[in-house]
């Protein structure tokens, strides 16, 4: 019984500092994506200002709120990229 109050205690510490990570990781992704890309340049800002408001959150310790937008940023740039090569 208390191995397993101990597992879930240590599961949820360890939540906040992988979410910081997944959104620090998901910007540089964002940053990535936006200076390979060659397609799409309203798509482009687009992740941008997505990334900008995530940034935004990361600063003031909204972590889920910088998840969802450069989820929402990388969504896009992943959709863009897909259809460059039918457009482009």
């Known amino acids: 019984m208390k191995r397993t109050a101990l597992l ?3 599961a949820l510490l360890a939540s906040p500092a992988f979410a ?3 959104c620090s990781d998901n910007l540089q992704k964002i940053d990535d994506a936006v200076k ?3 397609n799409n340049t309203q ?3 687009q992740a ?3 990334q900008e408001k995530a940034i935004q959150a990361q ?3 909204n972590t889920k709120a910088c998840i969802a937008q450069t989820e929402k940023a990388l969504q896009l740039l992943k959709k863009n990229a897909g259809d460059g090569g039918a457009n482009g």
Request: net charge negative.
């Open 43 to 45: 798509i482009q800002e």
């Open 8 to 10: 879930i205690t240590a």
């Open 20 to 22: 910081a990570d997944l």
């Open 59 to 61: 600063e003031s310790g």
């Open 36 to 38: 390979t890309s060659t």
């Open 48 to 50: 941008m200002r997505l």
